[in-house]
């Protein structure tokens, strides 16, 4: 079983387990994608949502909920499931639901704040 981690910086953490890359790129690019965005309290749709670091950085900002939509088998990467699921115990991210479909897909009637 893998271990939830302690969130004292949540979006440095997000950076270093579910982002190989530049991390200190990635924060900047999120505080950027987000500036004057109130995340806290919203249902949040992630279409395309891959590796789910969007949708785990929503959580991360109190999303009141966040639905990833991801084809996964119809050309995802192999294991991106595998790595989603895992990100989203070690985050404990109970808030996100993880659709495995093509968008559009007829599962999703109901709205979205962002």
Known sequence: MMPTVALDDPLQTLATVSFSGDRAGM???LDWLFAGIEIAGKDVIDIGGGTGWL???C???N???VTLVEPFGAGSGAGMLDGLRR???VFNATNV???NARFPCHDLNRRFDL
Do not use: I, N
Request: charged share 10%.
């Open 27 to 29: 924060c900047r690019y």
């Open 87 to 89: 990100a989203l115990h």
């Open 59 to 61: 959580s991360l900002q």
């Open 97 to 99: 639901t993880v659709v």
């Open 55 to 57: 949708a785990l950085y």
């Open 63 to 65: 999303a009141r909920s």
